[in-house]
Every structure is written in C-alpha cells, then in structure tokens.
Nanobody, 128 residues
C-alpha cells in the first residue's frame, strides 16, 4: 500500500536546524508534487512549502521564506525539508503530502487540495 513516512523531527533550541525527510513506499515520488504542511498545537493545519515534479518550482509560506528549503531526491524516493533559524512558533507536527504532477505547487500549498497521500507526521519542538 502506498505510504509516506516522515522522520527527522525532535527537540531543538531556537536558532537551531533540523532536516525532515519524507520517504515514499510503493510509488515513485518523481511523478508527484510534494508538499510539507504543519499543525501547531491547538491550531489548524497550515502550508509550509511545496515542490513540483515537472520543473522544480517551489512555494514557501511567508512565515518560513528564507529559513526553510524544500528539496527532493528522486533516486532515493525521498523529499526533504531543511529548517534553519528555527523559532518557537515553528513548533508543530509536520506532515508531507503527495499529489499528481498536474497539481501546481500554488494549488497544493494554498488550498491543501490535490493530495493523494499523506504521511502520519513528525513532531518538531523548538524550545530552550
């Protein structure tokens, strides 16, 4: 059964870095638009970043621009989210998602639609 598995979460001090991974099983990530979303404690899920499979175009939420970098390694069937200069408000469960490659990064990230698969999430806690 197709699935996405996130890893790399944990506790980090403000200003620190983490790299999240999203590994796909039973389907090829290179055919899919990939997104990272997060749900802070007590709040609704929100978009973080998305990346296209067609041209590598990306989308970032304003709150993470300049600090987070999304990437993909199709040979490893894995997507990544490099998170630098972390802030306490980045604390959340982070989820990866995959949708068909005709779903644009803007559509996936701004509407959370067009998603075929969701991971179960990994917790990131930014605290001193």
């Amino acid at each position: 059964q197709p699935q996405l598995v996130e890893s790399g979460g944990g506790l980090v001090q403000p200003g620190g870095s983490l790299r999240l991974s999203c590994e796909a099983s039973w389907f090829s990530l290179d055919l899919y638009t990939i997104g990272w979303f997060r749900q802070p404690p007590g709040r609704e899920r929100e978009e973080v970043s998305c990346i296209s499979s067609n041209d590598g175009s990306t989308y970032y939420a304003d709150s993470v621009k300049g600090r987070f970098t999304i990437s993909r390694d199709n040979a490893k069937n894995t997507a990544y989210l490099q998170m630098d200069s972390l802030k306490p408000e980045d604390t959340a469960v982070y989820y990866c998602a995959a949708g068909p490659n005709y779903v644009t990064v803007q559509k996936m990230c701004t509407t959370s639609t067009g998603v075929d698969f969701w991971g179960k999430g990994t917790l990131v806690t930014v605290s001193s």
